[in-house]
């Protein structure tokens, strides 16, 4: 079992920063892909951005060159920089890890609003 736990998320105003934290911890053998997704109410969990092991990443159109994902590998952590937040990034942000199984983090309420 991989135990996920993202913190960082909050209110900013358009225009602002975040950055997103997600630990793994548990029976963890060899995390091979960890990302974040997002999702609004009523909608379906969108695609934000991944990284594997090696450090290939991909990105949603909609955030490319405003954010950014990184990864440490020798503590399980995924991290999202987001900048030049808009409103349309207001969502709960979810952190996940494929390892044997999808695993995926409790997720964290970003808001962007003046």
């Known amino acids: 079992q991989v135990q996920l736990v993202e913190s960082g998320g909050g209110l900013v105003q358009p225009g602002g920063s975040l950055r997103l934290s997600c630990a793994g911890s548990g029976s963890i053998r060899s995390i091979y892909k960890m990302g974040w997704y997002r999702q609004v109410p009523g909608k379906q969990r969108d695609l934000v951005a991944t990284i594997t092991t090696t450090g290939n990443t991909v990105y949603a159109g909609s955030v490319k060159g405003r954010f950014t994902i990184s990864r440490d590998n020798t503590k399980n952590a995924v991290y999202l920089q987001m900048n030049s937040l808009k409103p349309e990034d207001t969502a709960v942000y979810y952190c996940?890890?494929?390892?044997?199984?999808?695993?995926w983090g409790q997720g964290t309420q970003v808001t962007v609003s003046s």
């Open positions: 996940y890890a494929v390892e044997t199984y999808v695993y």
